[in-house]
């Protein structure tokens, strides 16, 4: 997203608006607190990233009730939308202000680190490589959740955002693949996604 | 909780401080959308309850911290500790002011119901009656997710909250067992809790 877009009113549905933005901060707030437990800088970043997406869509959707809005009644039936996403961009602060821990390299106490490795399944990044075995899949045909105990939480696809994703959706070359799991699990998708692991090896 | 208990500091490691704001922030969460998405008013007024407990962790962090910092290297050392702490107080902010649509009775837009709907499983609260075969019981004992296919997501004893409690954990009377799974389980967990259901009818 370039840094200074101009925020201009597009006629989204109000309901895509509201699903993206929940979903983003809820991603966003798991993200944040992997990227601090592992103080992993490229997934602060995107935290960083999603926060700035979030905005945008927090701007849209004030836009979108306002036109909606003509009267009385129409403000009464759209506050508590209005109200719901200020809450879901509020969620998005708190997590880009976890993030900002990581990017500005603000030590992580032991403490928290502590707590965080209780509480949260490591969170990983993978890029799905030329020659990975998972080019062109269906999520639901790799049954990742048998074999290796992760799951895929978020796709980057270019600049979107596919977050939890269908059995039904096809992983392509060059997605960004978000998964949860335990450590050995996502270190193990990790080489498959980035075809240094052999096939067999994976389906064993 | 008294209402305009005086914040008085107290010695609880930081350590504790911070699991618990984690831990209750991100409860908050799903109970304020599950609140929202079946106007729950007793749901919601635990969330504004438990933004109070937050907001009370928060100032005792807040002092702990301020002891422990007697020089520019604790400091550097505490930021990231408060950052997050501030950070999951933001989130719980967020929770109580979803919460707060349906205590002020606050039409919820059917657009966003619907959202949540695809999103959220369904929250409800169970207090554990005299006669219910949960008494006394393990959690790990009851086999819920198979049997039901809920899951106790927080159990709130007097004025304590639990949250994700262990398979070790002892149900007892009067707990109320906050739960979560597919609409027909949590109706028939409720029945179990609160005696409605015979034992062999929740055994089949």
Redesign the interface.
């Known amino acids: 997203m370039p840094r200074f877009e101009k925020i201009e009113y597009k006629p989204i549905p109000?309901?895509d608006l509201?699903?993206e933005m929940?979903?983003l901060s809820?991603l966003m707030?798991d993200l944040?607190y992997s990227a601090?437990l592992f103080n992993d800088k490229e997934l602060a970043e995107d935290v960083i990233e999603l926060e700035a997406r979030v905005d945008t869509l927090a701007y849209l959707m004030d836009m979108e009730i306002m036109v909606a809005a003509r009267d009385a009644k129409d403000a009464?039936?759209?506050?508590?939308?209005s109200?719901?996403a200020?809450?879901?961009d509020?969620?998005s602060?708190?997590?880009a202000?976890?993030a900002?821990?990581v990017t500005r390299n603000?030590?992580?106490?032991p403490?928290?680190s502590?707590?965080?490795e209780?509480?949260e399944k490591q969170l990983t990044k993978a890029t799905v490589k030329e020659g990975s075995l998972l080019v062109g899949k269906l999520i639901g045909d790799l049954d990742l959740a048998a074999l290796m105990g992760v799951d895929i939480i978020a796709i980057r696809r270019n600049k979107d955002w596919i977050i939890d994703p269908k059995d039904s959706e096809r992983i392509f070359l060059n997605d960004v693949l978000i998964t949860r799991g335990a450590p050995q699990g996502v270190k193990d998708f990790k080489k498959l996604a980035e075809a240094s692991l052999l096939t067999t090896e994976a389906q064993k």
């Open positions: 109000v309901s509201m699903l929940k979903n809820e707030i944040a601090a009464e039936a759209l506050i508590g939308i109200t719901v200020a809450a879901t509020k969620i602060d708190a997590a202000d976890i900002a821990i603000i030590n992580i106490h403490l928290v502590e707590i965080f209780k509480t």
